[in-house]
């Protein structure tokens, strides 16, 4: 088959700057081989491997002499990179593997997805860089665990869009999904079969699967971000030990999907031993700078325990290291200065991000009615929920982040993230079925600069993405606002 030549700036997200060159397209041959910089090795075997699986060839790698060259310099920012094509040599530079990285996402857009018997890539050069530092997704495991495995296969699907950070949702009422040292039960208790939603998707993380998945992502340059709702959404964890609610009273399990009803106890000092135990262990597996303490949907919390809360909380990740990340009603104390607080909500209401934002605190931007992958694409979506309306591709896609909170612009802005919440959710092909093709979207956000972003030209590209998307066996949404491919 003779693969149809893409077009340089056919790539999602769409890069800063794209230069075609018509004359200079670069027809890989059968002697193609890939030269090094010898820090870079890793990353061109990974190039190798893709020239390998498109075309068939050998695909050495060398230190010299080889048509597609990959080099460890320019650029002093951690993610940009440039791909220069020409009719002799293709080279890919950045500053960092990171860089480089990111330079493979866009090759292998611009090649064809399966085997093809003539390769050509479109000539020109391609310069790039992020607009956000943060541009993250995040999986629910607590209603519904996902295997290591399953997380694996998530993980290589969203940085082809230049994912960076995976938020991973280990507890909530339903369910504890991450072991944690010294207390056992939280696991075999509550992370065991029928602990998910409808008592359908039990399971849980062993510390080592979790080091392995976080070390698997570290590979992916993708950060994982582990979050431990907390005060609320803990009935899991006070089954599973009594003496974590207020009367020592023995719960029981819920596999329903109401919020709100759970709450650790303010005035016990049980609770800040468990909390801070939690956040040392979370800590110590956990090699990126961020934890997340939840802190969202507390209304069984009196507002006055929910600030003693936090106020005693908050300070226990910068103790052992991290950065606290929290739902965005943490922001109603006084936050450490490195603290993140993420915006959720669909209206603005004064709920302390202005402020905070005005402090000086960065924010991750996941307004429900833009961002959340769990909300349904249409009244008929057969998966999903609507309590913050209907989310199609082109809502997902038509908004910006730097417009949605007064006080909280461009400069206050750490990032973006599409948080897929998995009450309704029961595989991995139902979790592909919502995160594609709007996760492209709000990684387009993330990395693409406002000026150049344009629903034509991503309606175009996804369309472009369905056949690769079908060739990589993963079950995108054929939604009615795309003409498909
Ligand atoms: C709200 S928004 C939640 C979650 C639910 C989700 C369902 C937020 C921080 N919390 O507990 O799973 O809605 O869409």
């Known amino acids: 088959m003779r693969a149809t030549l893409r077009r340089l700036g056919d790539v999602i997200p769409l890069p800063v700057s794209v230069r075609p060159e018509a004359a200079a397209n670069f027809q890989v041959s059968p002697t193609v081989a890939v030269s090094a ?66 330079a493979l996402q866009t090759l292998r857009q611009l090649l064809p997805e399966g085997r093809a018997d003539e390769v050509v890539l479109p000539g020109g050069t391609i310069e790039d860089e992020p607009r956000f530092a943060y541009r993250g997704t995040m999986l629910d495991l607590a ?177 052992y290291g991290k950065r606290a990340v929290g739902w965005h009603e943490m922001a109603a104390v006084e936050l450490p200065p490195s603290a993140v607080p993420q915006y959720w909500r669909i209206e603005p209401a004064d709920d302390g991000v202005a402020r905070a934002a005005r402090d000086g605190h960065q924010v991750i931007m996941s307004p429900a009615d833009r961002s959340y992958l769990d909300m349904k694409y249409d009244k008929d979506s057969p998966l999903g929920l609507d309590w913050a309306g209907v989310v199609g591709v082109e809502r997902s896609y038509d908004w910006d982040p730097a417009d949605r909170l007064p006080g909280v612009g461009e400069e206050s802005l750490l990032g973006v993230e599409a948080p897929l919440w998995s009450e309704t959710l029961r595989s991995p092909a139902d979790v592909e079925f919502m995160a594609f093709p709007r996760l492209p979207a709000i990684a387009e956000i993330g990395w693409t600069p406002r000026a150049a972003r344009d629903w034509a030209s991503f309606q175009a590209r996804v369309a472009a993405f369905g056949p690769r998307w079908t060739t990589q066996g993963v079950n995108f949404h054929r939604s009615r606002e795309i003409d498909w491919e």
């Not at 080592?208 to 009935?235: M, Q, S």
């Not at 089954?239 to 005035?267: F, H, I, K, M, W």
């Not at 135990?277 to 990126?288: C, N, S, W």
Request: proline share 6%; with cysteine; hydrophobic share 35%.
């Open 37 to 102: 910089d010898p820090a870079a090795a890793g990353i061109a075997e990974q190039v190798a491997e893709l020239l390998r699986r498109v075309t068939g060839h050998p695909v050495p790698v060398t230190e010299a002499g080889g048509s597609i060259k990959i080099l460890l310099e320019g650029y002093d920012k951690n993610e940009a990179y440039r791909i220069d094509v020409a009719a002799t040599g293709v080279t890919l530079r950045a500053a960092t593997e990171q860089g480089l990285f990111n």
């Open 143 to 319: 209603r519904h665990f996902f295997t290591p495995d399953e997380i694996k296969s998530y993980l290589d699907q969203i940085v082809q869009f230049k994912i960076n950070h995976l938020h991973l949702h280990l507890s909530d009422d339903q369910g504890w999904r991450l072991e944690i040292p010294g207390w056992p039960r939280l696991t075999e208790v509550s992370g065991g079969e029928g602990t998910g939603v409808d008592g359908v998707g039990g399971g849980f993380l062993t510390t080592a699967e979790y080091t392995d998945l976080v070390a698997y992502a570290e590979r992916r340059f993708v950060t994982i971000v582990p979050e431990i709702d907390l005060p609320g959404h803990v009935n899991a964890a006070q089954v599973a030990y009594p003496e974590l609610t207020c009367d020592g009273e023995q719960l029981t399990a819920r596999t329903d999907a109401e919020v709100g009803y759970s709450s650790l106890c303010a005035n016990r000092e049980e609770t800040y031993a468990f909390v801070e135990d939690v956040i040392r262990e979370v800590a110590a597996l956990t090699p990126g700078p961020f934890l997340h303490i939840g802190g969202d949907e507390a209304f069984s919390t009196p507002p006055e325990d929910y600030r003693t809360f936090l106020n005693r909380v908050l300070p226990m990740p910068g103790k």
